[in-house]
């Protein structure tokens, strides 16, 4: 008679193989699917070496941070795209590079313009700015002139709406105030014209691409995790989030495999912020 003690050995060493081979196989897989045509668009909110708020600090990449990773998506053949380019391109009225990448920040906070734009002007590389309209000029937000020196600059202007609330929870009539006002109050104080759109919080659901085409918006971007090709939905794009790293460049090299990793096996990730 076997001893239960080793009945219960052999169940967890078996357990043990099989995981084993799963964890080789789904390696194995990763590793030979082909890469996807897929691009990323990160995802970031704060760039900043001064003082904030704790509860920004997990959306802040203090700057040291911030070059680490444009040196590395330099190093790594990536080229900055905007999304007019991206739309564009979809139209086939342009060629991307090779290894396109879209960098995004959401909120509108002045150290984007303070401490992000000479970085990112020092790589020669592209973003875009949702502005949260009714934050113009508010303490800690970017100001009308520091947005058309942006502009100027080569950084893309968007909307994250009015008043930064989440679309779903508003009536028909309100939705359509937040999109079109935002749109509308940025293009009459000398935005070019504004065709994209940051979702607050991610929030979207079946009828808002629709509203955002009959208001002359081109492009939006969630909150979900993955990449985009030229079938991905333009009013759905996917983006990788970039959050203030706990394991340095070795974290933002893993936030981008992972967001490789799901676009090859088809997994998307629905994330409500
Ligand atoms: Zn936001």
């Not at 590793?31 to 990160?42: E, R, S």
């Not at 904030?52 to 990773?69: K, L, Q, S, W």
């Not at 985009?228 to 460049?249: A, D, K, S, W």
């Amino acid at each position: 008679m076997v001893p239960v003690k080793g009945i219960f050995g052999k169940i967890v060493g078996t357990l043990t193989a099989l995981l084993g081979l799963m964890v080789l196989f789904g390696a194995g897989y990763l590793y030979l699917t082909p890469t996807p045509q897929g691009f990323p668009i990160l995802e970031y909110h704060m760039v900043c070496s001064g003082e904030i708020e704790p509860e920004e600090t997990a959306y802040n990449v203090p700057p040291e941070d911030f070059r680490e990773e444009l040196a590395y998506l330099q190093r790594e053949g990536y080229t900055t795209i905007s999304l007019l380019e991206y739309m564009k391109a979809k139209r086939g009225k342009l060629t991307l590079p090779e290894k396109p990448i879209v960098l995004t920040f959401d909120d509108g906070y002045a150290d984007n313009y303070y401490e992000m734009l000479p970085i990112i002007e020092e790589y020669g590389m592209k973003a875009t700015v949702y502005m949260v309209t009714n934050n113009i000029g508010q303490p800690r937000y970017l100001t009308w002139d520091e947005l058309r020196d942006m502009q100027r600059r080569g950084i893309e202007i968007g909307s994250h709406t009015a008043n930064h609330i989440p679309l779903t929870a508003l009536s028909p009539e309100d939705r359509r105030d937040e999109v079109y006002l935002s749109k509308l109050l940025m293009e009459w104080n000398g935005i070019d014209t504004v065709f994209s759109l940051s979702y607050p919080n991610g929030a979207y659901d079946d009828t808002l691409p629709e509203l955002l085409k009959e208001n002359e918006y081109l492009t939006a971007v969630t909150g979900d995790g993955g990449l985009n090709t030229m079938e991905t939905n333009p009013y759905l794009l996917q983006r990788v989030n970039i959050p203030c790293p706990h394991f340095g460049l070795t974290e933002f090299k893993f936030r981008l495999w992972k967001a490789e990793a799901m676009a090859k096996l088809g997994i998307w990730q629905h994330r409500e912020r």
